[in-house]
C-alpha cells in the first residue's frame, strides 16, 4: 500500500468521509470484478458494492491495521457475497475460469460450473481467487484469514477434486 493511501486511511479512520470515498474509488474496479463473478449478474455486482461501501464507512474505525485496508474491504465484499449466494442457492464463474482450468474441447461451460459449484466452499473460494483475480497465495491467505498453507492444501485439493469430477463424468460420455 503507498504512503498516500496509508495517509488517506489515517483519514478516514478519523472521520473524513471524503478519504473513505477516494479509498474506495480506488478499488471500484477490483471489487466490481469480484462481486460479478460471484453474483453474475451486474444489479446485484451494484448492490454488492454498495453494501461493501456501506459496511466499510460503518466499520472503518475498526481496522486493526492501516496496511490491511484492501484485504479488509476484500473481505467486507466476499462476505456479502458469500451471504448472497447462500440465499440465492448459487455461484457462478466467468469463462476466464473456465478457460483456466484447461477443460478439454468436448466439455461444456455447464459441465464445468457444476463441477466448480459442487466443490465445497474454501476449495470454490481458493480456485476462483487465484484463477480468476489472479491473487497470490499471500493475498488469498489475508482475504480468507488462514495461513499460506492452508490455501496450498485447499488448492491442491480443489483442483484435484475438480480434475477428478470433470474426468468422471468425461468418462460418462463416452460410453
Not at 470515498?21 to 451486474?42: C, D, G, P, V, W
Not at 451471504?83 to 483456466?100: P, W
Amino acid at each position: 500500500m503507498s504512503e498516500l493511501d496509508l495517509t488517506m486511511v489515517k483519514k478516514a479512520k478519523k472521520g473524513d468521509e471524503d478519504a473513505l470515498y477516494q479509498l474506495i474509488l480506488s478499488h471500484k474496479e477490483q471489487l466490481y470484478r469480484m462481486a460479478i463473478s460471484y453474483l453474475k449478474n451486474e444489479d446485484d455486482a451494484i448492490e454488492a458494492i454498495q453494501e461493501t461501501t456501506y459496511r466499510a464507512y460503518k466499520g472503518i474505525k475498526k481496522l486493526r491495521k492501516n496496511e490491511y485496508f484492501t484485504t479488509w474491504l476484500i473481505r467486507i465484499l466476499l462476505n456479502y457475497c458469500h451471504d448472497e449466494s447462500k440465499k440465492k442457492k448459487r455461484v457462478i464463474y466467468n469463462d476466464q475460469l473456465l478457460h483456466s482450468m484447461e477443460a478439454p474441447p468436448k466439455r461444456s461451460s455447464l459441465e464445468t460450473d457444476e463441477a466448480i459449484q459442487s466443490l465445497n466452499q474454501p476449495y470454490r473460494n481458493v480456485i476462483m481467487l487465484k484463477y480468476l483475480h489472479d491473487l497470490k497465495i499471500s493475498e488469498i491467505a489475508e482475504i480468507l484469514e488462514c495461513p499460506e498453507g492452508t490455501v496450498k492444501t485447499w488448492l491442491h485439493k480443489g483442483l484435484g477434486l475438480l480434475r477428478s469430477q470433470l474426468n468422471d463424468k468425461e468418462g460418462d460420455f463416452h460410453v
